[in-house]
């Protein structure tokens, strides 16, 4: 299954504007949430170890996925907070 980068965007997009302003602690338990969810979604029928295979073997790739996002995510970041600072900066009091 291919996965649209546009509609993804679009999820992304409206997921950030719902945790803007939020503290990272309710963004970190509503994350844990979302992701216990999509997890507990996937299950092999009548076979609860192969379920917990399954599970595990999602989230071990979801989490290299979340480490390979870091790196450029939190360039993202840091270049918005300089941009930020220098706007502060050139405000006049």
């Known amino acids: 299954m291919s996965i649209d980068p546009k509609e993804a965007a679009e999820i992304l997009n409206?997921?950030?504007k719902a945790f803007?302003?939020?503290s990272s602690e309710l963004q970190g338990a509503v994350l844990a949430d979302l992701l216990s969810m999509?997890?507990?979604a996937h299950r092999v029928?009548?076979?609860p170890e192969a379920t917990y295979r399954l599970r595990e073997g999602l989230l071990d790739q979801h989490i290299?996925?979340?480490v390979e996002?870091?790196?450029p995510n939190d360039e993202i970041l840091n270049a918005r907070y300089k941009a930020?600072?220098?706007r502060m900066k050139d405000k006049p009091n």
């Open 14 to 16: 409206a997921c950030s």
């Open 69 to 71: 996002l870091l790196r």
């Open 84 to 86: 930020r600072q220098e």
């Open 38 to 40: 999509w997890l507990a």
């Open 45 to 47: 029928v009548n076979d």
């Open 20 to 22: 803007d302003g939020h």
């Open 64 to 66: 290299k996925a979340v």
